[in-house]
């Protein structure tokens, strides 16, 4: 029988849960890098058992962990992450140029075909590649050096590349997200790339056609489909039916819009998860009530999802990495609460139960499918 | 023979226990110092001090011989005691964050 591994970033350290298929008892590995801020981990799709990790700390700055066998053993690799040429400014929050300054990366998205070959989402904004197993890592720096860029700002966490995602039908075609200047689209592998925020209204920018400045929380893609994207934004849920070239609101009948993750069933295409929070100033679930709400119409129509899940009294956030599916036959969702807990559904999310109850805050959550 | 002591994160990073003994050829600097024990451990590069240009990270202190000798300039020869090996030179995480 196939089985689940579950990488789990947290405030302070990694862990991994492993399960067979049918899901229902898991072993709980870790902490990993114990101490350390974990903001993600992410498995090769070419291969399982390599991994990648982001380890960082206010104290040491980045470190960059690799695995070749499934995280029971890490190997520190290449960790100088240099802006391409001068880096230039952005703006600041108070509107003044700011230097762009390496903060820590967010993201690692290994490509799909080449376990050597991973990219990095970094703050401030930066997309950054290695093909040589994470041993040396170069900018891609056409995007930080968009005509846009110097009027990017970052959004409250930082200006932060989040999201990474590669086409598996168009070659060369990757998107990208930042808080909070927007999504971008590449159709050359990163040699240049073009904003893709039409449609998107966001509180605050006067210009309804403001080419960036919106607040992209999460993409998510369907990879049978991947000219459909569906976006959790500040504040409201987005869909875009030509690869991001116009988006169109979906939040429908949410009981709040705004949230962080976004995610799509791995064999139905239309159906789609979000975690809605109650608010920018309060980033906790509406009503104390913990809800994943699923449509199964791409959009607009949704459902609360709440058995097993706390519906009293829970005040925790869903980050925006922090959600996942398996691709077993019934397709498992799993995601992670700042309040340390990992939630799983093996049936789609018809029901909930906890992995773990006790972590760190959790800042991300990958699942792999294993063989 | 130097002598360092590194916070206990940075040790669980380069997998060391207890002190790390350096030989150090020339002149016994901050810099010296911190050039032989990246060369030892490369893991350690970018996590004490800042790979472009070498400036020391916000929130690491360096100690000997109960100084603070954080601000000192990188090439200023450390005491004699450090460079004698009889004293370690500390490499201190900041009491920050949470």
């Known amino acids: 029988m196939s089985g689940v591994r579950v990488l789990v970033g947290t405030r302070k350290g990694a862990f991994v849960l492993t399960s ?23 498995g090769s799709p070419a291969d399982p058992d390599r991994l990648y990790a982001s380890q960082s700390s206010s104290w ?59 990219y990095a989402g970094v703050e401030d904004a930066g997309l950054f590649k290695s093909a040589d197993g994470g041993r040396s890592w170069q900018e891609l720096a056409a995007l930080r050096g968009h005509d846009s860029g110097p009027s990017w700002q970052p959004g409250a966490g930082g200006m ?29 592998a990163g040699q240049s790339w073009t904003p893709i925020n039409h449609g998107l209204q966001s509180e605050g920018i006067p210009d309804p056609d403001a080419e960036v400045g919106h607040c992209v929380h999460r993409i998510a893609m369907h990879p049978s489909r991947p000219s459909v994207l569906y976006m959790q ?50 980033h906790f679930p509406p009503d104390g009530k913990l809800r994943v709400y699923r449509s199964r119409t791409g959009g607009d129509d949704w459902e609360p999802l709440t058995n097993g899940l706390p519906q009293e009294h829970c005040y925790v956030n869903v980050l925006r990495d922090a959600m996942a599916v398996d691709a077993l036959d ?27 109850r006790d972590l760190p805050a959790v800042l991300s959550v990958e699942a792999q499918t294993l063989p | 023979m130097i002598r360092v002591v590194l916070p206990a994160h940075l040790r669980a990073l380069a997998r060391i226990d207890g002190e790390v003994k350096l030989d150090v050829a020339g002149q016994v600097t901050q810099c010296s110092v911190l050039d032989a024990l990246e060369e030892r451990y490369p ?48 490499i201190v995480g900041a009491m920050a964050g949470g």
């Open chain 1, 233 to 282: 934004k500040h504040w409201d849920v987005m869909r875009s039916d030509d690869a991001g070239g116009s988006w169109h609101e979906i939040s429908g009948n949410l009981p709040t819009d705004f949230g962080f993750p976004i995610d799509v069933h791995a064999h139905e295409p239309d159906t789609v998860y979000v975690v809605p929070i109650k608010s920018d100033a309060e």
């Open chain 1, 330 to 356: 019934s397709c498992g969702i799993y995601f992670g609460t700042t309040g340390g807990q990992v939630y799983a559904s093996a049936d789609a999310g018809d029901s909930w139960g906890p992995i773990v």
């Open chain 1, 60 to 118: 040491s700055g980045q470190v960059i962990q690799r695995s070749d066998d499934g995280g029971q053993s890490w190997e520190p690799v290449d960790n100088k992450f240099s802006y391409d040429g001068v880096p230039g400014t952005h703006q600041w929050y108070d509107g003044t140029p700011h230097p762009w300054e390496f903060a820590r990366v967010w993201h690692l998205e290994p490509s799909l075909d080449d376990p050597d070959t991973v």
């Open chain 2, 43 to 90: 893991m350690l590069r970018g996590t004490i001090r800042n790979h472009d240009g070498g400036k020391r990270r916000a929130f690491i202190r360096f100690f000997a011989c109960e100084q603070d000798l954080s601000h000192q300039p990188p090439d200023t020869p450390l005491p004699a005691a450090v460079a004698a090996g009889a004293e370690p030179y500390l």
């Open chain 1, 20 to 42: 067979d298929g049918k899901r229902q008892e898991w072993d709980v590995s870790g902490p990993h890098f114990a101490g350390w801020e974990i903001y993600h981990v992410k």
């Open chain 1, 160 to 188: 932060c590349l989040h999201t990474i995602i590669l086409d598996p039908a168009t070659p060369g075609r990757m998107f990208a997200a930042i808080s909070a200047a927007g999504a971008f689209r590449s159709d050359d």
